[in-house]
């Protein structure tokens, strides 16, 4: 499976591309999991249920704080060497005790108590609360140590770019099942089509853990360095190097970056059915052709920005930027379409600029954990994945705080076939306008502070391997 190169001394696999596919099945699950929960976890509480728009929003602040909480700690704890890491490896192991638990935890999100949601409010929300938190607990275990795997299983940017178009292609077919399975089962007003939804959802990712598990185990090489170095290292607290990580411009410029872009397609993503049934008074079948139509433009974008990057001496600072000038050009334009024609046309568009940033901001974050262990001397991927997660996190804060804000300051009725004109504004703010101001914010923050050139992610590898991590 692998090639030695024989002139460093420090070795490095170079990996099938049968390997490459095995991991980036992970990648499926992941934006399949996510997914769902953009596109219909608050429209299934608010409009489905009845919860209050308040307290959905609240129930989903909760969550994503015990997550902010739970990803830089459990990565922290993820790091550290145990009994079972040279025998089985340092990420493989947590993947596996996470991942079958996180599966049960999403089905039970969408099976809440039969309880009136109006008469008995805080019966859903604790239960909203509850099941999400649990899920939350085991998905961290799964997704930080995968997210954590890939700049240590793939360390040369060749391979990296390679791996990240396998990667990217893989999570784009996780996004067409997110977005196109819901719509083909639930019905607006039965709450068993969502629970149907549920069951669908674990059945595929259960099997699709077959087939990421080769892709996901850790080469033993890179394990045995890595256990004879940490022993070596000087032990940090989490708080000190939660402090420490913070300080490093280069990655606070990406984290914010990445965090705005989240919520930018969280937002949209989230708004599609209430645009659906109160702006054009369609079906949520209606979902499969603005997906279609967006992933075509995904499809379509990646080759071009994967060339143009190529192009630019793979300068990664620069592709981000144009992406996102991509992003917020075509997300605002969304506040302004009323019709599913225009719509189709926009989205095309959109779908262009965000598989762009899709497939640039994966080999930008390896450059910012490289440049992190080249200072540091110490490889902590999961600790690293977990702070990238806890921004993502603050990004679902955001846009749950500003769609239960925005709902309650236009006087959305949660459980009304229409809704009033100031309502229906208030749905469209929330569609373009509102996550283009978020991914501006996070761009100026990126331009600022972000100063990783082409020659210095090389001069950082050179470091790497002269410290043979």
Not at 126 to 148: A, K, P, R
Not at 230 to 257: I, Q
Not at 284 to 308: C, E, H, N, Q, R
């Amino acid at each position: 499976m692998s090639n030695i190169d024989q002139g460093k001394e420090n070795i490095i696999a170079s990996h099938s591309k049968k390997t490459m596919i095995s991991y980036s099945m992970g990648e499926f699950v992941y934006e399949f999991t996510q997914g769902i929960l953009i596109l219909v976890l608050f429209y299934f509480y608010e409009v489905e249920i009845g919860l209050a728009s308040w307290m959905t929003g609240l129930g989903l602040v909760i969550y994503a704080l015990w997550d902010a909480l739970n990803d830089p700690l459990i990565g922290y704890i993820c790091d550290k060497p145990l009994r079972f890491t040279k025998k089985w490896g340092r990420r493989f192991p947590w993947m596996i005790l996470g991942y079958i638990p996180m599966l049960i935890s999403f089905f039970l999100i969408f099976t809440p108590p039969n309880v009136d949601a109006q008469q008995q409010p805080w019966i859903i929300f604790g239960w909203l609360v509850f099941t999400l938190c649990i899920f939350d607990t085991f998905e961290t275990l799964f997704s930080n140590n995968f997210f954590g795997l890939f700049p240590d299983k793939f360390r040369e940017n060749e391979e990296r770019v390679k791996a990240s178009g396998i990667y990217v292609y893989l999570g784009l077919i996780g996004v067409v099942f997110a977005n196109l399975l819901p719509p083909m089962i639930i019905q607006f007003g039965n709450l068993a089509s969502y629970t149907l939804l549920a069951l669908i959802f674990v059945l595929i990712c259960f099997f699709s853990f077959f087939l990421m598990l080769p892709g996901i185990r850790d080469d033993k090489k890179t394990v045995e360095e890595y256990i004879t170095h940490y022993n070596d290292l000087e032990k940090v607290s989490f708080f000190k190097t939660l402090k420490t990580a913070f300080k490093r411009k280069s990655l606070t410029g990406f984290l914010f970056l990445f965090m705005a872009w989240i919520a930018l397609v969280g937002m949209v993503q989230s708004s599609f059915l209430y645009w659906i049934r109160f702006i054009i008074f369609g079906e949520a079948s209606d979902v499969l052709y603005i997906m279609i139509t967006f992933l075509i433009g995904v499809f379509i974008g990646i080759p071009l920005w994967i060339k143009y990057y190529k192009k630019v001496g793979e300068d990664n600072r620069k592709t981000m930027i144009y992406t996102s000038i991509g992003c917020i050009i075509m997300t605002v334009l969304l506040t302004f379409i009323t019709d599913i024609t225009g719509l189709l046309i926009v989205i095309f568009l959109w779908g262009i600029v965000v598989g762009g940033f899709w497939i640039i901001y994966i080999p930008t974050y390896s450059d910012v954990i490289d440049e992190s262990i080249s200072i540091t001397g110490s490889r902590q991927e999961g600790f690293y994945s977990g702070i990238r997660r806890f921004m993502s996190n603050l990004s679902s804060v955001i846009t749950a705080v500003l769609f239960a804000t925005v709902h309650e300051l236009t006087g959305f009725v949660e459980i009304a076939e229409k809704q009033t004109p100031l309502a229906n504004m208030g749905i469209l703010l929330l569609f373009g306008v509102i996550p283009a101001i978020i991914m501006t914010i996070g761009l100026i923050i990126f331009w600022k502070l972000y100063d990783i050139t082409p020659e210095k992610s090389r001069q950082i590898r050179e470091k790497l391997s002269e410290l043979k991590i």
